[in-house]
């Protein structure tokens, strides 16, 4: 199934570089050949303070406080590796309301 | 219109202060100065049951002695013109065409909470408004009503004009405390609230220009003449912007109490091309709809709120048959995205996310469980902000939702507004 890496582009993430992750994560997608793997924008997840955020979907995995050197372990899980369990703090029921926002298709 | 602000209609142009002194002008601050004390005055005012005309509708007397109690000094008063609600004129209009009846209530409110420096705090767009004050602030400090020893007296005030930034939460009241010390615009966590903790960390009262204007005449005639507009629960008298959706847009002054009916088909001449009315907004885009059938409902604090709504500033939007509850629900959502100043992580994401959903149902996508969401996200986000924007855009959505669910769901079935 195709997953989605939504990275977060709003202000705070932004200014903790969250624009060059997303660019940076792409590449590496684009070199591993994940061909099932779409890195896009996403407008905020309202975890602003714990950014930048990245949320896999439709998997559920919410990556937060993302620095490049979390990328390799983020697109190793895309492959099929590991859960990256360290950057996985986000409060569950922030969570909730998100992925249900997500199930609806608020892209 | 023979109100309590405007005893003769709208005046034409500004009144100058020797038209004021005519009918009594400047006599409330006279008779303040000569014999009452500022608790006196404070006392006057609670019991005139006088209520802020900004939209919170909070106590003036409450919030007065909250700043004149306060050890801390010195005290200051603030008078908010910011006016950023949408449609609103009111305080645009007296600032204009009465000046001086705000002057004289920014005096008298300044000696009742102690404070020796006001500020005029004036949307920076109101150019008219801007120029009218300051002409009769030079007035009224020539005859000596304000400045050192007023009327010969041992209190003294000084004025100063500020230029509001003309932006939403500019209004909101610690933005504004911000702006006159040179800030940007962005509101404080409160508590503590302004009128102990506010302008350079002092007891500071701010109050809209409307607010203020009622203080003269509840000086001069007492709180029990004052009585005699209104209600019980909101005595005086209150003005209602109404805009393009009625054939005589504009301000009218109008007792608390009076069904909103007369509003919009005395004072307002009806809605255009006679088209029906399907729901009334009648407190601003943070207010919640109201369905026709509340016609009647008198325009007052509790009828509203007891009804599901609040009066607010007094914008009353009037949604007429035909129009599409879902555009107009988007056109309120997309207002608050634009207008959180983004310092609240949780008012950024719930006023953004707010309007990518509606844009969703608006496009046809998302179904039945994205309109379940609606309740979820706001009620995740209640109260998580400094100001109280986080809180705004629930009741319009919410009640929009509840009153004209079919709106929504054939947007989701078709894609399109159903009266296209």
Same mark, same amino acid.
């Given at each position: 199934?195709?997953? %989605?890496? !939504? ?11 969250? @624009?060059? =992750?997303?660019?940076?994560? $792409? ?26 955020? %990245?949320? !896999? ?11 490049? @050197?979390? =990328?390799?372990?983020?697109? $190793? ?31 | ?420």
């Amino acid at each position: 199934m195709k997953q %989605i890496c !939504l990275v977060c582009q709003n202000i705070d993430c932004k200014n903790r570089g969250s @624009e060059a =992750l997303m660019k940076e994560l $792409g590449k590496r997608v684009a070199e591993k050949g994940l061909k099932d793997v779409e890195v896009r924008p996403y407008m905020c997840f309202g975890a602003c303070q714990d950014g930048p955020n %990245i949320v !896999l979907y439709p998997e559920k995995s919410w990556y937060a406080g993302v620095k490049m @050197e979390d =990328l390799d372990d983020i697109t $190793g899980h895309l492959a099929g590796g590991p859960h990256v369990k360290r950057l996985d703090r986000i409060d569950s029921s922030l969570k909730e309301l998100i992925y249900q926002l997500l199930d609806t298709g608020v892209f | 219109m023979g109100g309590i602000l405007f005893p003769r209609g709208v005046v034409e142009g500004r009144e100058r202060l020797a038209e004021y002194r005519l009918r009594g002008g400047y006599e409330a601050l006279r008779k303040a100065l000569q014999g009452l004390s500022p608790e006196m005055i404070i006392q006057e005012i609670t019991d005139s049951g006088l209520r802020g005309r900004g939209g919170a509708g909070f106590p003036t007397g409450k919030k007065w002695a909250f700043t004149r109690e306060c050890a801390e000094s010195p005290h200051y008063l603030v008078l908010n013109g910011g006016e950023d609600e949408p449609g609103s004129k009111k305080d645009r209009l007296l600032m204009e065409d009465l000046p001086h009846l705000v002057i004289e209530g920014v005096i008298l409110a300044s000696y009742a909470v102690g404070a020796s420096q006001a500020y005029l705090y004036i949307n920076a767009e109101y150019k008219d408004a801007t120029r009218s004050t300051a002409e009769a602030l030079a007035e009224a400090k020539e005859a000596g009503y304000w400045g050192e020893n007023i009327l010969g007296h041992d209190y003294s005030l000084n004025i100063l004009a500020v230029a509001a930034p003309p932006n939403y939460v500019a209004g909101e009241d610690t933005a504004a405390i911000e702006v006159i010390e040179q800030k940007k615009p962005l509101p404080r966590q409160k508590p503590p609230f302004p009128a102990t903790v506010g302008l350079f960390g002092k007891p500071t009262a701010v109050n809209n220009v409307e607010t203020l204007a009622n203080v003269p005449p509840i000086i001069s005639r007492g709180a029990k003449w004052y009585r005699t507009f209104g209600t019980a629960e909101s005595p005086g008298t209150m003005i209602f912007s109404l805009n393009e959706e009625v054939n005589r847009p504009g301000i009218y002054e109008l007792p608390f109490g009076t069904p909103l009916r007369f509003l919009i088909e005395e004072c307002g001449g009806g809605v255009k091309g006679g088209k029906a009315i399907k729901a009334i907004l009648p407190g601003g885009p943070s207010s919640a709809f109201l369905p026709v059938q509340k016609i009647d409902l008198p325009l007052d604090h509790n009828s509203l709120r007891e009804a599901g709504s609040s009066i607010g500033c007094g914008v009353v939007h009037v949604v007429t048959e035909g129009t599409c509850m879902v555009e107009d629900v988007l056109k309120i959502a997309e207002f608050f995205a634009a207008e959180s100043c983004g310092q609240c992580p949780a008012c950024r994401m719930e006023t953004n996310m707010l309007a990518a959903m509606l844009k969703k149902v608006q496009q046809g996508q998302g179904g039945q469980p994205l309109l379940e969401q609606f309740s979820k996200v706001i009620s995740f986000n209640k109260g998580k902000g400094f100001c109280n924007l986080i809180n705004m855009p629930g009741p319009p959505i919410e009640s929009a939702l509840r009153l004209f669910r079919s709106d929504f769901e054939f947007h989701l079935a078709h894609g399109r507004c159903p009266e296209h």
